[in-house]
């Protein structure tokens, strides 16, 4: 066999520099940022939850296409997805992990049970969060600069929901039930309250599980009262139900009310298209979808992406990362410690409102949207 001598290869200092020049580029052609969703992607209420996730997957994506370029890095922004399973004690594990992690945002968590215990730990690792459907005011009273919420609270829509019944209505009799969460015992307090203030009379209280799905026993008892009126305290996997079973005790004409966990583009299927959902009055923070300024032109997109997902809150969690992003680009920094600050000054025009805060991290300015459901559909009344 021949010899073939070895081929050699001659590297100057210069061709190394330059190589090692274009691996540099290359490493910093775009920075990684990191922005989270946590929320319930399994479970009862997994399809509120992947509609909150699915708008900040959309936002991140448009961003993405925007080519960002923030403190002289171009950014690509990514998606970290974590379920907390609706539990508190997993949301906490979550809210740690995403600490660990260090992402430079969240959006969620998607229920006040879970939000609250979350807060403190996104507060002590300074990661700013943003809920989009925690309502009960307890999430924004220690005041942390790093918890932020993007609709109404449950003082406007406890309130709202009384008030329309005791004057539009005229309702006078009105029986509660509440699940025992943050969410929905705070709800129903504050409606408790104001029902009694416009003059109604509540003539039961009465509580349940969020993982209930038998009320047969509550609602036989409450049948007794003769309420005009039904407050329900709770998710839409519960009033589904609750809804099917008061239309088999006879009950399916008495007004049922309930906040934004109920108030989804599922009830009606949850509740196997009773009849009694035609009695419903709910409220959610903000305005419809419908209504929003470019709302529905965002609509279309989202249905594009996503068809037959759509429940409520993707629309907020499309702003809220969209408002964490705006703070960065203020600040010219990716880094929280930097941008944190800015989150407070927002002045943010976004699909479902110009967005400002208070002091607290609450809005500026929050909306109340009531909706009743017309064959199945939710349909708004203002």
Known sequence: MAYLPPV??????????????MASAHAQDA???????????????????????????????ELNAQGLTIGGKKIKFELVAEDDAGDPKQATAVAQKLCDMKVAGVVGH????????????????????????ATNPDVTKPGYKTTYRLIANDNA?????????ADALKLKNVAVI??????????ADVFKETAKKKGMNVVASEFTTDKATDFMAILTNIRGKKPDAIF??????QSGPMLRQLDQLGLGNVKFFSGDGSCTEKLSELASKSPAVGNVTCATGGIAVEKMAGGQDWKKRYDAKFPGQFQIYSPYSYDATMVLVDAMKRANSV????????????????????????NK????KPAVTLSVYKNGVRTPLN
Do not use: W
């Open 335 to 358: 880094d929280p410690k930097v941008y944190v600050p800015q989150l407070a000054k927002t002045n943010y025009k976004g699909v479902t409102a110009q967005i400002q805060f208070t």
């Open 8 to 21: 050699r290869f001659a590297l100057t200092a210069a061709s190394i520099g330059a190589l090692l020049a």
């Open 110 to 133: 998607l229920q006040s049970g879970t939000t609250i215990p979350a807060s403190s730990i996104y507060h002590n690792c300074g990661v700013p969060h943003i809920t989009t459907a």
């Open 361 to 364: 991290g609450e809005l500026t």
């Open 31 to 61: 920075q990684v940022v990191k922005i989270a969703h946590a929320g319930p992607t399994s479970g009862g209420i997994a399809h509120i939850g992947k509609d909150t996730e699915n708008g900040v997957r959309m936002a991140i994506d």
């Open 178 to 187: 509440d699940d025992r969460t943050a969410y929905g015992q705070g709800l």
């Open 157 to 165: 829509l406890g309130a709202a929901l009384a008030i329309y019944a």
């Open 232 to 237: 329900y305290g709770g998710l839409d996997s």
